[in-house]
C-alpha cells in the first residue's frame, strides 16, 4: 500500500507525536496501552518519526492512560451517555474504550479530521466532525446525543493563548452544565522550558498557555475534581505501568519538584449555567 502523505498545519503536526509514542509503546515488551493500532497508523503515514524523541513519547503514553482511566469511569457510570474528544488527531480511544452502548464524538479541524478519515470511517454510535475546539458550531450536534456528557482535550489547549482557552472553556460550560471536563495544563517552567524537548525541537507550534494552578480556573465555569501528575496517577492506572515508571515518576518529582510537577492533568465538572456554585 503506497503510504499516505501528511498535510497538516503548525498545531495539528503536533498530533503525530502521540501517536507515535503510543506506537512505540505497543511494541513494548510491557506495553501501558496495547496500542497496535498506532504503530500500524505509522507504517502507513509518509512521515519521518524518527524525528521525535525526549520525555514526549513515553508522556503521551502516560497521559492517555490516565485520560483512559477517566473515561473508563465515566462508562462504568453512565454507559449510554456521550463522549466528546476534542482535538482528536489520530486517538485510538474510541477503538480501546468501546463499551457498545456510549455515543462518541471525535472533533478535530478539516485537515486533522481529513487525514484521519484516511483510517477511520464514521459509524454506529461514532462520529468525526470538523470543527475547533474554539467554535460552537458543534455544539447543537453534540447535545443531540444522549447526556451525560465527558469532554476531554488531549495536548490541545496548551497550544492556545489563555483568553482563547478562558472563552472555549466558558461556552462549554455554559452549553452543558453538569458536564465531565478534562484537560490538561502546563506552569510557566514547563512552557519556558519546551525547547528542550527533543520531539518539540522537530515541530514549528510552541505552546502559548501556562496555568500553574488548575484550581484557579474554577472562576471559569468549573469545580476542580482531580487534578493529576505523572507522580500521582490514578491508583488503577498506576497498576498497569511498568516499574520504571509506576516508581521512577514519583523519585522523579521528590528529586526535581518543579520540572515533574509542573505538567497537571485535571478533571472538572461544569457548574450549572457555568457559573460557580
Not at 498506532?38 to 524525528?51: K, W
Not at 452502548?101 to 471525535?106: G, Q, S
Request: charged letters at 25%; aromatic letters at 10%.
Amino acid at each position: 500500500m503506497e503510504k499516505v502523505p501528511v498535510r497538516l498545519g503548525d498545531v495539528q503536526e503536533t498530533l503525530l507525536i502521540p501517536l507515535y509514542g503510543r506506537a512505540r509503546d505497543s511494541r513494548a515488551r510491557r506495553s501501558v496501552l496495547g496500542d497496535v493500532r498506532a504503530a500500524e497508523l505509522v507504517d502507513l503515514i509518509d512521515y519521518d518519526f524518527g524525528r521525535f524523541g525526549g520525555p514526549s513519547l513515553p508522556g503521551s503514553v502516560l497521559r492517555a492512560s490516565i485520560f483512559d482511566t477517566w473515561v473508563r469511569r465515566f462508562l462504568e457510570a453512565h454507559p449510554d451517555g456521550t463522549v466528546v474528544e476534542l482535538g482528536c488527531g489520530l486517538s485510538t480511544r474510541f477503538e480501546r474504550l468501546d463499551n457498545g452502548r456510549v455515543h462518541w464524538f471525535d472533533l478535530d479541524l478539516p485537515d486533522s479530521i481529513e487525514l484521519r478519515r484516511t483510517f477511520f470511517g464514521d459509524r454506529e454510535r461514532y462520529t468525526m466532525v470538523r470543527g475547533s475546539v474554539l467554535d460552537t458550531g458543534w455544539f447543537d450536534q453534540v447535545a443531540a446525543a444522549p447526556g451525560p456528557y465527558l469532554l476531554l482535550s488531549e495536548a490541545v489547549l496548551l497550544y492556545l493563548a489563555e483568553d482563547e482557552v478562558e472563552t472555549a472553556v466558558r461556552r462549554i460550560a455554559q452549553r452543558f452544565p453538569g458536564a465531565t471536563l478534562a484537560f490538561d495544563t502546563g506552569g510557566a517552567l514547563m512552557i519556558r522550558s519546551q525547547e528542550r524537548n527533543g520531539s518539540m525541537k522537530a515541530v514549528t507550534a510552541r505552546m502559548r498557555w501556562a496555568c500553574d494552578d488548575p484550581l484557579l480556573l474554577e472562576h471559569w465555569g468549573l469545580r476542580l475534581r482531580e487534578s493529576r501528575t505523572f507522580a500521582t496517577p490514578p491508583p488503577e492506572t498506576a497498576a498497569a505501568w511498568p516499574w520504571r515508571f509506576r516508581y521512577g515518576m514519583p523519585l522523579l518529582a521528590r528529586l526535581i519538584p518543579p520540572a515533574a510537577n509542573s505538567y497537571k492533568l485535571n478533571l472538572y465538572t461544569t457548574n450549572d449555567h457555568g457559573r460557580p456554585s
